[in-house]
Nanobody
Framework: QVQLVESGGGSVQAGGSLRLSCAAS????????MGWLRQAPGKERELLAT??????????YYADSVKGRFTISRDNAKNTVYLQMNSLNPEDTAVYYC???????????????WGQGTQVTVSS
């Protein structure tokens, strides 16, 4: 059974940091594009960051809303993807999801696998 399990969410004050982890099991994800998305109440699911192997190194994509504050990384040996989140602000409050897509791109509508989500709450 394929599973993506997120951890590391919680409550933090504005300006603080959190590190999310996504442990994958049930198959190898080395050839997948992995990423993080979030969904705030009343809003659409937003793609934040993705990472994939392009044959010679890792390629990372970041949404403008998190560029310079969030960093995505992966450890294929551990089948785990991370999201380091710095300089958090109340607008970052949402449920954060890990996802995986076969191929070179990950979008909210084409993920093959999803995690259950982890809540991140940032207070002012």
């Amino acid at each position: 059974q394929v599973q993506l399990v997120e951890s590391g969410g919680g409550s933090v004050q504005a300006g603080g940091s959190l590190r999310l982890s996504c442990a994958a099991s049930g198959r190898t994800f080395s050839g997948f594009t992995m990423g993080w998305l979030r969904q705030a109440p009343g809003k659409e699911r937003e793609l934040l960051a993705t990472i994939r192997w392009n044959g010679s190194n890792y390629y990372a994509y970041y949404a403008d809303s998190v560029k310079g504050r969030f960093t995505i990384s992966r450890d294929n040996a551990k089948n785990t993807v991370y999201l380091q989140m710095n300089s958090l602000n109340p607008e970052d409050t949402a449920v954060y999801y890990c996802a995986a897509a076969a191929g070179v791109s990950l979008r909210p509508y084409n993920a093959n696998y999803w995690g259950q989500g982890t809540q991140v709450t940032v207070s002012s």
